[in-house]
Every structure is written in C-alpha cells, then in structure tokens.
C-alpha cells in the first residue's frame, strides 16, 4: 500500500463541492479543509505509484473547480 498526500487549490465558492467529490473517491481515504495558500488536503492510498500515477491527473485534477494541485509521496511511516 502507498500513500500520498495531495494540496489543493480550488475555485472560490467550490470548496465544498470539490471536497464531496474527492470523498467519494475509493482511493481517497481523508478531505480537510486547510489554512494556507491551499483550500484542501487530501489523502490517498493507493495500491502503487503508478495507481497515483494515473489518479492525479486523470481523476483528481480533472474535478471540476479544481485550479492546482501539488501532490507528495509518503516514503515511511512512524506513527
């Protein structure tokens, strides 16, 4: 199992809906709402890189009102 974290910034008045849509995905395992220069922070798992390899920029940044996204594998876990 991997795991990744995605940032996101979504158009003004789409944060909600953006947030419902990314919690409905399987691979999608948390949504919050975050401070900051992003609007959202979601967590994926996934069964590979090349799984997240096609999720991103064929499921996640093609919801609508999604402006950018900035994604970070997770390496290790330690707690």
Partial sequence: MRFAYVLIKAVSGKIREVADRLAEM???SEVHSVSGPYDLLAK???GSYEELGEVVPE???KI???RETNTFLV???FK
Avoid: P
């Fill in 26 to 28: 399987e691979e999608v």
């Fill in 75 to 77: 390496f290790s876990v």
């Fill in 44 to 46: 994926l798992r996934v």
């Fill in 59 to 61: 499921r996640i940044q």
């Fill in 64 to 66: 609508e009102g999604i």
